[in-house]
């Protein structure tokens, strides 16, 4: 069975500073890697996927993230974090085939002050 | 707009009530999920359908049932069962299965609270 672990439950940081959310994740058979953020009392929203293809990914509000299929990692990076930046951010996999569901990490909560 | 919607957003229960969590998706989406989110636990999947009249238990789903009757609606039920239902309680959908399957459109969540 597939599985997925963030390896930081929180990470604060000041303002433009960067920041590396981490996931690792494991899988016998070929996966697709997301990373979704929740604002507070909110559904969560997609960042980024990684389907194939390049394994730098670009999402929204700046972020990137990049596969390392040896190292069965999927970090996500901002170079320089806003406020408005808080939230929760989910590695989230699934597996390669049909009538699957994704599978979420626990979490890692980024705190971004001034 | 097109969307997911999910009511109530905030519900209270008396222990050994049934309570059930509405879930409409007006997207034309063949998948959706039920996850439950509880701190520091991420979102642990409670009950997902590929497709009308057709559901499959996730890895928490026992206390709880599901009906697909409509491609547009999802209801969860908690029933008494559940040993600990206070959480939030998000639905989400997905076009289906494919390289579309993982990326999930959530609603804004409903948060039971069991007194």
């Known amino acids: 069975a597939q599985s997925v672990t963030q390896l930081d439950s929180q990470v604060p940081v000041f303002e433009e500073a960067p920041v590396e959310l981490r996931c690792n994740y494991s899988s016998s058979v070929s996966v697709y890697l997301f990373w979704y953020v929740q604002y507070p009392n909110q559904g969560l929203q997609l960042l980024l996927k990684y389907l194939s293809g390049s394994t730098l990914v670009k999402g929204i509000n700046g972020f990137e993230a990049e596969f390392n299929k040896s190292q069965t990692s999927f970090h996500l990076r901002k170079p320089s974090v806003h406020i408005s930046d808080t939230a929760e951010y989910f590695c989230?996999?699934?597996?390669?085939?049909?009538?699957?569901?994704?599978?979420f990490g626990k979490g890692t909560t980024l705190s971004v002050s001034s | 707009d097109g969307g997911i919607t999910q009511s109530p957003k905030y519900l209270f229960r008396k222990e050994g009530q049934n309570v059930t969590l509405s879930c409409e998706q007006n997207l034309n989406h063949d998948a959706m999920y039920w996850y439950r989110q509880d701190p520091g636990q991420g979102l642990r999947l409670i009950y997902y359908?590929?497709?009308?009249?057709?559901?499959q238990k996730g890895d928490i789903a026992e206390g709880y049932s599901v009906s697909r009757e409509k491609k547009e609606s999802f209801p969860l039920t908690v029933t008494s069962a559940q040993k600990n239902p206070t959480a939030f309680y998000l639905c989400a959908s997905s076009v289906g299965t494919g390289t579309n399957t993982g990326e999930l459109f959530f609603g804004e969540g409903s948060r039971l609270t069991v007194l």
């Open positions: 989230a996999v699934i597996l390669n085939q049909a009538g699957t569901a994704l599978i």
């Open positions: 359908s590929q497709i009308v009249n057709d559901f």
